[in-house]
């Protein structure tokens, strides 16, 4: 039985007509037009609203209103694609250290998915923001991995692994996760983190992230940027409410909730950024 109620929408979102063979090609191709189709987005915490991850509310979100989410939801939707396509995968969380030290004691509030093909197990992830991993990573091996985008690898200590992604040259660790089974309230407990702990990066913040061939759109309040594999990063900071509904609605690909709530929320968003708070 499918876990998915809208599988046949969520396959011709990411181009196809009749579900796909549960190969290692389909599964580089789904995770690549996935970053590309489905945008990274803190809407909901923005707006201080409930970010509810049962998977009926989001296909509801994802699928039908066409909003993104972040990786609670994101991942979850993914993975249940993949079951639904006969893979052998499951959750797994482990704790982000992006922008500190690699060895950092941080909380466990990522969700990615944990894959095992041919006797051979990859990590799978469509909802780490800006950074997401483009393409399925072998788990156990420490050489360089190439993706449709930048050179990650992964290394193991004491049965824990980190992330690491080559960025300008320089190895940049992205988080840390072990392969412990997680239940449904592992999931619920971390989200609530995210979506309503007063140190959470997420509430009352704008991030916004989607991929397309070769560059990385991101958002990060008002500070917009498009990362070139190539040439230099291109910055701008959108100084207006419209500007940024323009954004994200042009460029992220996110069918914008028309509510004063979010437009308020965006007003002071700005307003904080200039300083006139």
């Given at each position: 039985m499918?876990?998915?109620?809208h599988s046949?929408?969520?396959?011709?979102r990411?181009g196809?007509?009749t579900?796909?063979?549960p190969?290692?090609?389909?599964l580089?191709?789904?995770?690549?037009?996935h970053?590309?189709t489905?945008?990274?987005?803190?809407l909901?915490?923005?707006m201080?609203?409930?970010?509810?991850i049962d998977?009926?509310?989001?296909?509801?979100k994802?699928?039908l209103?066409g909003?993104?989410g972040?990786?609670?939801?994101?991942?979850?939707?993914f993975?249940?694609?993949?079951?639904d396509?006969?893979?052998?995968?499951r959750?797994?969380?482990?704790?982000?250290?992006?922008g500190?030290p690699?060895?950092?004691?941080?909380?466990?509030?990522?969700?990615?998915?944990?894959?095992?093909?041919?006797?051979?197990r990859?990590?799978?992830?469509?909802?780490?923001?800006?950074?997401?991993?483009s393409?399925?990573?072998?788990l156990?091996t420490?050489a360089?991995?190439a993706?449709a985008?930048e050179?990650?690898?992964?290394t193991?200590?004491?049965?824990?692994?980190?992330?690491?992604?080559?960025?300008?040259g320089?190895?940049?660790?992205?988080?840390?996760f072990?392969?412990?089974?997680?239940?449904?309230i592992?999931y619920?407990?971390?989200?609530?983190y995210?979506?309503n702990?007063?140190?959470?990066p997420f509430?009352g913040?704008l991030?916004v992230?989607?991929?397309?061939l070769g560059?990385?759109?991101?958002l990060?309040?008002?500070?917009y940027?498009?990362h070139?594999?190539?040439?230099?990063s291109e910055?701008?900071?959108?100084?207006?409410?419209?500007?940024l509904?323009?954004?994200l609605?042009?460029?992220f690909?996110?069918?914008v909730?028309?509510s004063a709530?979010?437009?308020?929320?965006?007003?002071?968003l700005?307003?904080?950024?200039?300083?006139d708070?």
């Amino acid at each position: 039985m499918s876990l998915l109620t809208h599988s046949r929408l969520y396959l011709q979102r990411l181009g196809y007509d009749t579900p796909p063979a549960p190969t290692l090609q389909t599964l580089q191709d789904l995770q690549l037009r996935h970053v590309c189709t489905f945008a990274f987005e803190s809407l909901s915490t923005l707006m201080h609203l409930p970010v509810p991850i049962d998977l009926p509310s989001v296909e509801q979100k994802v699928l039908l209103d066409g909003r993104g989410g972040y990786c609670y939801e994101l991942n979850q939707l993914f993975m249940a694609l993949l079951q639904d396509l006969g893979f052998d995968v499951r959750g797994i969380t482990g704790n982000v250290v992006m922008g500190g030290p690699p060895d950092a004691h941080t909380s466990r509030t990522h969700r990615l998915s944990l894959i095992k093909l041919d006797g051979v197990r990859y990590i799978s992830d469509v909802g780490f923001g800006g950074m997401v991993p483009s393409s399925p990573l072998q788990l156990d091996t420490e050489a360089i991995q190439a993706t449709a985008h930048e050179p990650y690898r992964l290394t193991l200590n004491d049965d824990r692994y980190t992330l690491w992604a080559q960025v300008c040259g320089e190895w940049r660790g992205l988080y840390v996760f072990d392969l412990q089974w997680q239940e449904r309230i592992d999931y619920e407990i971390g989200n609530w983190y995210v979506a309503n702990h007063p140190d959470s990066p997420f509430v009352g913040q704008l991030k916004v992230a989607r991929l397309a061939l070769g560059k990385r759109h991101t958002l990060n309040n008002a500070d917009y940027a498009v990362h070139y594999l190539d040439r230099p990063s291109e910055k701008r900071t959108l100084e207006s409410t419209d500007e940024l509904l323009g954004v994200l609605t042009e460029t992220f690909g996110i069918r914008v909730p028309v509510s004063a709530q979010l437009r308020t929320a965006l007003d002071g968003l700005l307003a904080a950024e200039s300083g006139d708070l």
